[in-house]
């Protein structure tokens, strides 16, 4: 006989899972508890919703389905954000969770929460299992769901019960079958063809690159289909990366925070190729705009992203590194001197010189100099606010990573994520950089980077305001700070060190730069305070 | 303008509750909803009746593609389906007023299914238009209370041959 939490650890085995970032309670304790003799590590993390964003950081850093595990009610809920988070982001996850015994289901029991009502809008699919008998079944179709087509989280709620009850042997199916879920992978040829016949004619070209240029791992692809056609490129948040960031061809990240030259060239353009994006509201303000005086193709997976936001001339729907190699293929093209010549000239006339102060560090010079500094597959993990714009706009990257939570917004997202990305790559340099906001957020997890020591780097940008809002309020609120001021701030330097992480303060980029240096160089975490002016603008 | 989806989807527990779950979230208007298992009884059908523009139904249609347990989405094009909504009807009808209603009852063909001392209950099961044309003529007598199942509408297979 084999018991249903066996059987969601044998699952976990077949799936490849070497980890699982959660948090125990007792409707979850036989599943930890059979997972406590296997090879699976299990990391604590120090509140639940870190547990997803861990999961997340993973599952970007290896390109494989990450895994959080949480026990019923507030253990479930707080893991709501992280995997609405992961969702906005297309991140391949499974989230396990225990819950109170079937028969007392909706009897509002203690810690029950009804977890898959509650996250039905923000996972890709969800199972409340009933039957021990199930699990084999559902652990394989929640890898398969998770990790194929769009990727996203899959949420397993398991009643206690159903993880005691026993039945005869333990048998992985081999293959799923869900009528409902085939994705398409390979684009319609004809559209393909209507799409190089549309842009062997364009005179202003330029190619939006989406994080799923990154999810489909297209990165090669892509960067073959710009150097063979010379068409600039301009990135969304999540599409960072797709593109080394000093390529000539590289405009930058378009959007309300972005850089102005990559929002001149998609106004300007006469065809734009999406590619794996959702041109959402942050990217571009008014899509209506734009489409008024441009052609625009549009390559998703997901037939729902293509004329959602933006309309679109030529949908094609399919994985970007399928359509991609099929139009590199085939294409003859090469974009006109005259535009990339045009191009180039905004990109020198539009940029804003960074605005020092002194006494302070200047955010923006001092992620450039610190890209350089970082080894070449380095993994960096942005927060959210003034911090997250001024590492997509100023990290250089070529082969490394940038990762943040672009669709949501997550505050508290950087330090998590940089656990679970640094367990997947421990060989790579994982720094996290958040505000003094989010910081405060997720600072918990100090804990388990010193438990697990952890080779984890933090960057605060501590500028004792809510930077973004307060830029926000400077604009349209007449400089009246409402609940935006963080006074009476925290040492934070000295809360490392009380979880025996090193830790020091800069006042200025030359004192920044030598720690962050020194930090590198060390194979221990490390925290670094900047000491930030409240008035340094995002962008 | 009115659109009718057709809609199959495994026939498991917290299916429909998706289903619905991703109109509101996605600021949809139906106006109504019937579901019902099919022939095959691992599959149900979700007849949707929804109001909005083209774009709407077009997103309506890719957003029902993206729920696992949906199998299948289409959405009618007029003329090309026969759709039906049953009814029950309590009208006022006092002993004086029965033959009037009965009249009416003949004329739209709907059944009489409940007589009491001051009420009168009607079973209808026809088109859209129709219903309206029988509160019409229910109206002065004074409607207690309707219950409607929403429509339900298959593929008119005369139409398709004729293509």
Known sequence: ????????????????????????????????????????????????????????????????????????????????????????????????TGQVKSDQLGRDVFQEADIT??????????????????????????????????????????????????????????????????????GHPMQIKRALDILSTSERPVIVAGGGVLTSGAKLVFREFVSKTSIPVISTMMGIGAMPSDDPLYVGMIGSHGVKAANKVIHDSDLI??????????AVASPDQVTKQTTVIHIDIDPAEIGKNMKTNIPIVGDIKN???????????????????????????????????????EPKSFIAKLSGMLGPKSILVADVGQNQIWCANNYRLSDGRFFTSGGMGTMGYSV?????????????????VCGDGSFQMMMNELATIAQNGLNVKIIVMRNTVLGMVHELQDVFYNSRYAVTELDEMPDFGKLAQAYGIDAAFASSNEEAESYAEKMLASDKSSLLVCNVHPNTPSR | MKYTLSVLVENHPGVLSKVSGLFSRRGFNIDSLAVGITEDSNISRITIVADGDEYVIEQLEKQLNKVIP????????????????????????PAKQRLDIMKIAELMEAKIVDVSVNTMTLQFADTLERFETLMDLLKPYGIREIVRTGTVAIEKDSAASRK
Not at chain 1, 4 to 25: D, N, R, S, T, W
Not at chain 1, 273 to 280: D, E, H, P, S, T
Request: one cysteine or more; aromatic letters at 8%.
């Open chain 1, 117 to 186: 009502g509650a996250c039905e809008s923000f996972v890709k699919h969800s199972y409340l299992v009933k039957d021990t008998a199930d699990l084999p079944r559902v652990f394989k179709e929640a890898f398969h769901i998770a990790s194929t087509g769009r990727p996203g989280p899959v949420l397993i709620d398991v009643p206690v019960d159903v993880q005691q009850g026993e039945i005869k042997e333990f048998v992985y199916p081999e293959k799923v079958n869900i009528i409902g879920y085939k994705p398409s992978v390979s």
């Open chain 1, 416 to 432: 998590p994520a940089a656990i679970g990305a640094k367990f997947a790559r421990p060989d790579r340099d994982v720094v996290a």
């Open chain 1, 323 to 361: 359509v991609l190699s099929q139009m590199g293929r085939d294409v003859q093209y090469a974009a006109p001197e005259e535009w990339l010549e045009q191009v180039r000239q905004w990109k020198t006339d539009l940029a804003v010189p960074p605005k020092s102060f002194e006494g302070f560090v």
């Open chain 2, 70 to 93: 949906v199998i299948k989405v289409r959405t009618f094009a007029q003329d090309e389906f026969i759709s039906r909504e049953l009814s029950l009807i309590k009208v006022n009808c």
């Open chain 1, 1 to 96: 006989m084999v018991s249903g939490a066996e059987i969601m650890v044998k699952c976990l085995q077949e799936e490849g899972v070497e980890i699982v970032f959660g948090y125990p309670g007792a409707v979850i304790c036989p599943f930890f508890d059979k997972l406590y003799d296997t090879d699976i590590k299990a990391v604590l993390v120090r509140q639940e919703q870190n547990a997803a964003h861990a999961a997340s950081g993973y599952a970007r850093a290896l390109s494989r389905v990450g895994v959080c595990v949480a026990t019923s009610g507030p253990g479930a809920l707080n893991m709501i954000t992280g995997i609405a988070t992961a969702y906005m982001d297309s991140i391949p996850m499974v989230a396990i």
């Open chain 1, 273 to 282: 190729i999406v590619c794996g994006a959702r041109v959402g509201d942050r």
